[in-house]
């Protein structure tokens, strides 16, 4: 699955784009090293696919820059058991590292091209802990609910109330929240009933559209 240069320069990555960067858990640095970024990327992009930085990937969607997808997993400590719920399969580059490390995970893109691709390339990965559906993310995936961790990978103007629900007791859902152009990444804890937020990292992410984000223009 890697070929050529692309093993050195996803070892390259690993050690300055995500340990230099305080990214230190063993298991998520692994998750990274077996999900190569260049085969989620289009073919015009693979030159690319080890930069520091978001890419296109066509319907007007973009993977996003290996750093942010590693600090939202961490941030999410997530667990070899738990049932994690994606909003925004996109590249399926999120949803591979995610697989890695839970024990299950739904995720529920909007376009359906894009989780066509997702799912026949994590397919050819072996990834078979992952389900998949097309709709509404921002009303999360309550046929399955709850669920341990629950993750957005595009912004909201605020946390949609549905995934609040969908969240088990003692969970995290972590979300970028704010404006079109700049939002941050915001941590969610969920106990006894009563919810933590945590406000981190400024960050810039594609909107998401749905019921409970942004309107579609």
Same mark, same amino acid.
């Given at each position: ?24 858990? !063993? ?14 990327? &289009? ?10 930085? &978001? ?6 969607? !973009? ?58 390339v994590l397919s050819e990965l072996g990834r078979d802990n992952i ?8 009303r999360g995936w309550a046929e399955y609910a709850p669920y341990e ?51 981190k990292s400024y960050c810039s992410f594609l909107p998401l559209i ?8």
């Amino acid at each position: 699955m890697i070929r050529g240069n692309f093993e050195s320069q996803l070892d390259r990555m690993v050690k300055s784009q995500l340990k230099k960067r305080g990214i230190e858990d !063993t298991k998520l640095l692994n998750a990274f090293r077996s999900n190569p970024r260049h085969i989620f990327v &289009p073919e015009n992009q693979k030159g690319d696919a080890y930069s520091d930085r &978001p890419l296109p990937i066509g319907e007007g969607q !973009t993977i996003s820059q290996p750093y942010i997808v590693a600090l939202m997993t961490s941030m999410l400590s997530v667990d070899s058991k738990d049932r994690v719920l994606e909003i925004g399969t996109g590249s399926g580059y999120q949803t591979a590292i995610l697989a890695s490390l839970a024990g299950e995970v739904y995720t529920v893109e909007r376009k359906r091209s894009l989780s066509k691709r997702a799912k026949n390339v994590l397919s050819e990965l072996g990834r078979d802990n992952i389900n998949y559906r097309v709709g509404d993310g921002t009303r999360g995936w309550a046929e399955y609910a709850p669920y341990e961790k629950i993750i957005g990978t595009g912004s909201v103007p605020e946390i949609p109330e549905s995934l609040v629900k969908q969240l088990a007791e003692n969970g995290r859902l972590v979300i970028p929240v704010g404006g079109e152009r700049q939002q941050r990444l915001t941590l969610l804890i969920k106990e006894e009933g009563e919810v933590e937020i945590q406000k981190k990292s400024y960050c810039s992410f594609l909107p998401l559209i749905g019921e409970e984000g942004w309107k579609e223009t």
